[in-house]
């Protein structure tokens, strides 16, 4: 009788899933926190509304027939004049900004979209898992959307690659509508030869690794799929690690571990790649023709400072704030002083407006 290839199987997939886990940070962290989670419990929190917070949905099909779920909260008339438009991260999906869109309801028309294969948008093809087409769908959102007026645009992390990749595309709509632009917790490009706060030289090792161990774990989703949640001191490690800089509640973890395991896993490695290969430096001048708010955790592993100081460097007089003790999913971890920051640029875009507007009339 052949031997039982179960255990080897489980073993394999549980090594790729570390390996993956190492490359990809917060995401493959927080899949195994639901482990921890489910195991731990814990009491409910002011957080226990997380992601609850529903708007008007629409549906956005892109021009290769990717179907994506959009909602929009309007504002009341005075202030439905200008619309912001948030681009949620890597595995995570619209309902990652609560608390930004908690804060910035009724001072602005808000659009959130769930990127492609992620949340409540459909499965889309695997070879458009780029991020040149991300940057193609916020542009195709903005069109059937917010078609005409002023915009403020958001993004956190892989979402902040989105807007880089539109401001590469579209050069025109940022002298033209674009009046700021936040970039949270992300990068312009030279992700492969990142630490990931590990020894000097480990994390360069996983990126290299990374094409093949995503291209695996790919392969093995459904596999995959029933094992990443078994290795609770792992996902213990990883959460910490990579996806808060300080305590954060078990509500959160939670609720970040449940947009992550929305997402299924060959889409995560899927994107992986793509990521690693994203560059934008050249671009950012685009940049210098809006009030851009850059934001960092001090703590981020995945995107630390230094990727923030090159963008300021790329784009003289944006404004720069760098939040202590706070990790890549500063956004939920710190989102009080994200909240302040999107607040204060919201109040300069508007200013900007009214300038522009009093011009034109002179």
């Known amino acids: ?193 990142g630490e990931l706060g590990l020894p000097a030289g480990i994390g360069p090792m996983f990126h290299r690794l990374a094409p093949s161990v995503a291209a695996a774990l790919a392969a093995r989703g459904p596999l995959i799929d029933r094992l990443r949640w078994n290795d609770t001191d792992l996902g213990l490690m990883l959460t910490r690690m990579y996806s808060f800089g300080s305590s954060a509640t078990d509500q959160a973890g939670r609720f970040v571990a449940g947009m992550v395991a929305a997402t299924p896993i060959d889409v995560v490695a899927e994107f992986l790649p793509a990521l690693q290969d994203h560059d934008k430096r050249d671009s950012l001048t685009v940049l210098e023709n809006v009030e851009l708010l850059v934001m960092v955790g001090d703590a981020d592993r995945l995107t630390p400072p230094g990727y923030s100081d090159e963008i300021i460097a790329l784009v003289p007089g944006a404004e720069y704030v760098v939040v202590h003790d706070a990790g890549h999913m500063v956004t939920l971890e710190k989102h009080e002083e994200v909240d302040d920051a999107l607040l204060e640029l919201l109040a300069r875009v508007r200013r900007d407006i009214a300038h522009e507007a009093d011009g034109s009339v002179a």
């Open 1 to 193: 009788m052949s031997p039982d290839p179960t255990p080897a199987l489980r073993l394999a997939g549980r090594g790729l899933l570390a390996a993956g886990a190492l490359a990809a940070g917060a995401a493959l962290g927080a899949l195994a926190e639901r482990s921890v989670m489910r195991s731990v419990g814990g009491e409910e929190s002011a957080d226990s509304e997380l992601g609850q917070l529903r708007g008007d949905p629409y549906v956005v099909t892109t021009h290769d027939g990717a179907v994506l779920h959009v909602e929009v909260d309007e504002a009341p008339e005075a202030d439905s004049d200008l619309t912001i438009v948030f681009c949620h991260g890597y595995a995570l999906s619209l309902d990652s900004w609560h608390f930004q869109r908690s804060a910035l309801r009724g001072r602005a028309r808000l659009v959130f979209y769930d990127q492609r294969s992620h949340g409540r948008s459909e499965r889309a093809d695997f070879d458009t898992h780029h991020v040149d087409q991300l940057g193609l769908d916020l542009y195709e959102v903005i069109t059937a959307i917010a078609p005409t007026g002023p915009l403020m645009l958001v993004g956190h992390s892989m979402g902040g690659m989105t807007v880089m990749a539109l401001a590469d595309q579209h050069p025109e709509l940022f002298t033209e509508r674009v009046y700021g632009v936040a970039l949270i917790a992300t990068s312009a490009g030279g992700l492969a030869g």
